[in-house]
């Protein structure tokens, strides 16, 4: 029971913490206020006002009772109560309503109509409430006379319920406006923490984080970026180690090649130059893993001219590239190339044909590369994410190099808050499908 509970006010709770701590801070004060109005509703104003319509059906039952026994003092009467009381009384042969004129759900018209219910019984009497600003309307039949009476509202509902629920109402909205202004300056640190650690996880620079707000957000703020100046200090010093030491190893292996050609045993010489040439292009895949580790600005990216460019620099007929619309997201643009670039790479050398869709859904881009080559086993696609991990059977994204490419795809992908998954392609052979956030 509890735990379906649990569950339904998470489903109507908000799910922001402002929205959250105001609901904590206003509800308590509406359901203060609606508890006293109601007490107030009902055992003060509603007496109140019943005893005031009692005591006006009693003058009006007076002066019908008095019209029907002593005519001679009617004027005499109906001018006291005039002067004294504000009353019109008028009396006619008209014609007596048929149509009722009161509201159906109004407490005033409610109170009014069981008091001249009790005193004149049914169809005998007719008022309304709405004829007249400051003035209740009531006929009452006598005989073959009809009655009119001008009462001022005063005497039928109490005139201190506006001022009562205008000083039981303004406090609170005054209360809460002040709560909103409070809570917009408590919680925009937390959020700006948010954005900033969205914006590093992304792999972007995070220069303009200053903590601020309350003590415990401005302390989780400063650990924060802390955290983020230990992480970017790492991420550099391991890429600048991996680079280094892919650039001495050219050094030597440049030696090599030199003294290789200068060896008369030309057979060994080119064996020689083969296994030098495939170390080259490792450190060529060391540097470039290591190219993807380091920090590259974030700016607008316009999709389908990116892929233009990609599509210019290959120039391959068995490319096709197709989109529907111009799609506009935030990334580092020479990262993402270089992932798009390293895809159709390998869809076109081991296969005949690549395939690009392109198209966007409420808030993600969508990019499936689809190749006829030989694809990859499903129980290796998880393995294949894995830095340096080779397949020895059917196709390997890096068959002469060290295994880099979809961790580097991967790493990218990953940072800018997409997800890249494997799977087979309408052409039988591997399907890469990116999504990114816009």
Excluded: C
């Excluded at 735990?3 to 609901?23: D, E, T, V």
């Excluded at 009384?89 to 309503?97: D, L, T």
């Excluded at 600048?240 to 440049?254: A, C, Q, V, W, Y």
């Excluded at 030098?276 to 990216?301: C, H, P, R, V």
Aim: glycine share 4%.
């Amino acid at each position: 029971m509890f735990s379906g509970l649990n569950k339904l006010f998470k489903i109507i709770l908000p799910k922001r913490l402002f929205y959250r701590a105001l609901i904590i801070v206003a509800a308590p004060t509406i359901i203060l206020q609606l508890i006293i109005t109601i007490v107030f509703y009902d055992s003060i104003w509603i007496k109140a006002n019943k005893n005031t319509t009692r005591a006006l059906v009693a003058q009006l039952k007076t002066i019908v009772e008095v019209y029907q026994n002593d005519n001679k003092n009617l004027d005499f009467f109906t001018d006291s109560y005039k002067n004294n009381f504000n009353f019109e009384i008028g009396i006619n042969q008209n014609k007596f309503p048929s149509i009722s004129g009161e509201r159906r759900f109004s407490p005033m018209d409610r109170s009014l109509r069981r008091e001249l219910k009790s005193s004149f019984g049914n169809n005998n009497y007719w008022f309304s409430t709405s004829s007249f600003k400051n003035a209740v309307e009531i006929k009452i039949k006598s005989e073959k006379d009809i009655i009119e009476f001008l009462v001022p509202k005063e005497l039928v509902s109490a005139s201190s319920v506006r001022l009562f629920v205008l000083w039981t109402t303004l406090p609170s909205i005054v209360l809460i406006v002040i709560a909103l202004i409070f809570l917009k300056n408590q919680t925009r640190p937390l959020v700006r923490l948010a954005k900033a650690a969205e914006k590093f996880g992304k792999g972007d620079y995070v220069n303009d984080f200053r903590p601020s707000g309350a003590q415990e957000i401005r302390k989780a703020a400063y650990e924060f970026d802390r955290m983020a100046k230990r992480i970017n200090r790492h991420l550099n010093q391991r890429s600048e180690m991996l680079s280094g030491i892919s650039h001495d190893l050219r050094t030597p292996l440049t030696r090599l090649k030199l003294q290789l050609a200068m060896l008369n045993q030309k057979d060994l010489s080119k064996k020689m130059s083969k296994d030098i040439d495939e170390m080259e292009k490792m450190l060529n895949d060391y540097l470039q893993f290591a190219k993807t580790q380091s920090q590259e600005e974030t700016g607008q990216i316009e999709v389908t001219e990116l892929f233009n460019e990609i599509q210019n620099i290959f120039n391959d007929d068995n490319l096709k590239i197709s989109y529907s619309e111009k799609i506009i997201l935030n990334g580092r643009p020479m990262a993402l190339k270089r992932s798009f670039e390293n895809i159709i790479q390998n869809g076109l050398k081991y296969g005949k044909k690549v395939f690009v869709n392109i198209h966007k859904s409420s808030n993600r881009v969508l990019i499936v590369f689809d190749d006829d080559g030989p694809g990859i086993p499903e129980e290796q696609h998880k393995n294949v994410f894995k830095p340096f991990f080779r397949l020895d059977k059917s196709r390997s994204l890096n068959q002469s190099g060290v295994g880099l490419g979809l961790a580097i795809v991967e790493d990218i992908i990953n940072s800018h808050g997409g997800n890249i998954q494997l799977g087979k392609s309408k052409l039988n052979g591997l399907q890469v499908k990116i999504s990114l956030p816009f």
